[in-house]
């Protein structure tokens, strides 16, 4: 599985995205899925995640504002942003996991000006 990640830009504070990763490979329903961010000087944070059975996880910063979700058909997984903030502003990598399989994609820039 590889896995392509789009959707990022330039954005106002209280503007909304929506990023998209798209993966290769016919496992994709089997894989737990998750979009992490990385902020200039920071380490990388989970953002948001969803298991191969639909149960969904989110960091407390975005609960309210996130959601992920994913389409097995399209073999793309999704994070819609609402209500950003500037706070937001960082790279978005998408990661798919199944046992000891751990895969990222190549990560989009988001930047959220105030």
């Known amino acids: 599985v590889q896995l392509q990640a789009s959707g990022g830009g330039l954005v106002q504070a209280g503007g909304s995205l929506r990023l998209s990763c798209a993966a290769s490979?016919?496992?994709?329903?089997?894989?737990?899925l998750g979009w992490y961010r990385q902020a200039p000087g920071k380490q990388r944070e989970l953002v948001a995640r969803i298991t191969s059975g639909g149960m969904t996880q989110y960091a407390e910063s975005v609960k309210g504002r996130f959601t992920i979700s994913k389409d097995n058909a399209k073999n793309t997984v999704y994070l819609q942003m609402n209500s950003l903030k500037p706070e937001d502003t960082a790279v978005y990598y998408c990661?798919?996991?199944?046992?000891?399989?751990?895969?990222w994609g190549q990560g989009t820039q988001v930047t959220v000006s105030s």
């Open positions: 490979g016919n496992a994709f329903r089997f894989y737990d």
């Open positions: 990661n798919a996991q199944i046992g000891w399989t751990d895969l």
